[in-house]
């Protein structure tokens, strides 16, 4: 599998990410900067985490209208898998592959913890790693990961299966739903129509080697690593 992954000014997971696909893989991705006009051939495009262009005027929307996204948005409508995480979730929902929108955190403060996600749908190549209703644990890292969208827009999400995870309760935990950031029905992450392109705000990225802490991350770039492979 040949992976890229995007590279803007702001960009602090990049390399964590191309360390991730490179323990799947086996195969270094090529690393594109965010002024270069066109994408290598590739079978997976990576948008990583950071905080892209200091998150200036709206997270993700300056990246967003990077020139490499234009080529970016057109190899996803043509069907190359694409994984924004975090900040690159923030960037998809601003560049229009992705409906409703990433606000600031319902409690106003930067978030760095880990969370625990249920596995909503796994029946896709970036999810094939895990059982449906499976619990995983993965960080997150900021400030505006409250996911909001109209009521219609939830509803087809829900409807067509496009929920990936949600948040849920970490383990003994019986005092709230999880939710750090107040994001619509729990929601942390969600795909395109064609379930081909993922938006997530946790990081799988930082949970792939055990000097980390845990490897709920790794069973997803597994997954793709032998999907697209």
Not at 25 to 39: I, N, Y
Request: hydrophobic share 40%; glycine share 12%.
């Amino acid at each position: 599998m040949k992976a890229a992954v995007i590279v803007f000014p702001g960009s602090n997971c990049d390399r964590d990410a191309a360390v991730a696909l490179r323990d799947a893989t086996g195969e270094a991705p090529a690393m594109v900067w965010h002024r270069d006009s066109a994408l290598p051939k590739v079978d997976l495009i990576v948008v990583p985490g950071g905080f892209s262009y200091g998150d200036y005027l709206r997270a993700g929307a300056m990246a967003a209208r990077s020139p490499i996204m234009r080529d970016v948005v057109r190899r996803a409508k043509d069907g190359v898998p694409t994984l924004g995480i975090c900040n690159g979730f923030q960037i998809l929902t601003e560049a229009g592959l992705l409906p409703g929108a990433l606000m600031r955190n319902a409690g106003l403060k930067f978030v760095c913890r880990k969370v625990a996600l249920r596995v909503e749908n796994s029946q896709t190549f970036f999810t094939a790693g895990y059982a449906a209703n499976q619990v995983v644990e993965f960080p997150i890292a900021h400030h505006d990961g409250h996911y909001f969208a109209d009521d219609g827009t939830l509803d087809r999400l829900e409807g067509e299966g496009r929920v990936a995870f949600r948040y849920a309760p970490l383990e003994g935990d019986t005092a709230s739903d999880g939710n750090p950031n107040g994001s619509s029905r729990n929601i942390a992450g969600i795909f395109n129509e064609a379930k081909t392109v993922l938006g997530l705000m946790p990081h799988p990225e930082r949970a792939a080697d055990p000097l980390h802490g845990g490897t709920d991350g790794r069973l997803m770039f597994d997954a793709m690593a032998r999907a697209l492979g």
